[in-house]
T-cell receptor, first 110, second 115 residues
Framework: DAKTTQPNSMESNEEEPVHLPCNHSTISGTDYIHWYRQLPSQGPEYVIH???SNVNNRMASLAIAEDRKSSTLILHRATLRDAAVYYC???????????FGKGTLLTVNP | DGGITQSPKYLFRKEGQNVTLSCEQN?????MYWYRQDPGQGLRLIYYSQIVNDFQKGDIAEGYSVSREKKESFPLTVTSAQKNPTAFYLCASSKAEGVGGSPLHFGNGTRLTVT
């Protein structure tokens, strides 16, 4: 299974943009890049996903490198409610076996 | 609103007892999943099901069993053979078509403590 690499932790200030990186050098052509976030004692929440082009939704933006070996989740203005563990995972073709790593713990300072 | 319901939120059992965790979804999703999460760790896949009456082992299936008799329901049984059952258990579902591009929807988990 293709794996992803994320920093263990990142810190940001409230109302500033946050760029969360993810490396996936072994990504295959059919792998989608998904991002989820998890608050303590809750289930993960879907944030955004994409295949090749950059994507925007009401929560965040996803910037995908041209070679698709890395991607960046962008939170345009961090709030205290954005403090969570963020997971980057690959989901490909008919592969139902999705692997979550430890993710990035984002701390947002007031 | 559609979603996934896991019950109970907290569950306590004595060692040696089997216990069944409930997961129900009303999203009309074909695929369902069970994950286990230990403190400070990521999620590990226990079992998944692509369609009714069919399921496959994930990475850590030993000591667990599942059934998928209805599309809406995917209960997980933690058996006495599971050596370290205390954990946070998460159920999820997704559409089956174009699965790579189908987001997972998670429940809010069941925290199982076995003493």
């Amino acid at each position: 299974d293709a794996k992803t690499t994320q920093p263990n932790s990142m810190e940001s200030n409230e109302e500033e943009p946050v760029h969360l990186p993810c490396n996936h050098s072994t990504i295959s052509g059919t792998d989608y890049i998904h991002w989820y976030r998890q608050l303590p004692s809750q289930g993960p929440e879907y944030v955004i996903h994409g295949l090749t082009s950059n994507v925007n939704n009401r929560m965040a933006s996803l910037a995908i490198a041209e070679d698709r070996k890395s991607s960046t989740l962008i939170l345009h203005r961090a709030t205290l409610r954005d403090a969570a563990v963020y997971y980057c995972i690959l989901s490909g073709g008919s592969n139902y076996k999705l692997t979550f790593g430890k993710g990035t713990l984002l701390t947002v300072n007031p | 609103d559609g979603g996934i319901t896991q019950s109970p939120k907290y569950l306590f059992r004595k060692e040696g007892q089997n216990v069944t965790l409930s997961c129900e979804q009303n999203l009309n999703h074909d695929a369902m999943y069970w994950y286990r999460q230990d403190p400070g760790q990521g999620l590990r896949l226990i079992y998944y099901s692509q369609i009714v009456n069919d399921f496959q082992k994930g990475d850590i299936a030993e000591g667990y069993s599942v059934s998928r008799e209805k599309k809406e329901s995917f209960p997980l049984t933690v058996t006495s053979a599971q050596k370290n059952p205390t954990a946070f258990y998460l159920c999820a579902s997704s559409k089956a078509e174009g699965v790579g591009g189908s987001p997972l929807h998670f429940g809010n988990g069941t925290r199982l403590t076995v003493t």
